[in-house]
Nanobody, 128 residues
């Protein structure tokens, strides 16, 4: 059983930046595809950004392309990040990380197919 703990969610103004972190109880996430999802109030969960096992493919939802970046920590291999820039009110949601062992298609993970573990989420609010 792998535990995932997200952090970094905050109340920020539009145009601000945030970096979310996801730390795993495993020593390394190198064998996993990693992904970030979000769920806004009254809406379905959506895949925001995912990175395949071995980093061969990456997926971004159209709504975040050019603003969000997913990355692995090259030193602390049990940690992954979502850098969020130019935040908009519509980015308000609870953000979750998820992992899938050896998944080679990033978009598949972002469709929540093959997810092995979920975190409990961290809230992001973008508001004046």
């Amino acid at each position: 059983q792998v535990q995932l703990v997200e952090s970094g969610g905050h109340l920020v103004q539009p145009g601000s930046s945030l970096r979310l972190s996801c730390a795993a109880s495993e020593s390394t996430l190198d064998d996993y595809a990693i992904g970030w999802f979000r769920q806004a109030p009254g809406k379905e969960r959506e895949g925001v950004s995912c990175l395949s096992h071995s980093d061969t493919t990456v997926y971004y939802a159209d709504s975040v392309k050019g603003r969000f970046t997913i990355a692995r920590d090259k030193v602390n291999k049990n940690t992954v990040y979502l850098q969020m820039n130019s935040l908009k009110p519509e980015d308000t949601a609870v953000y979750y990380c998820a992992i899938a062992l050896s998944l080679t298609h990033a978009q598949r993970l972002c469709q929540a197919r093959g997810v092995d573990y979920w975190g409990k989420g961290t809230p992001v609010t973008v508001s004046e």
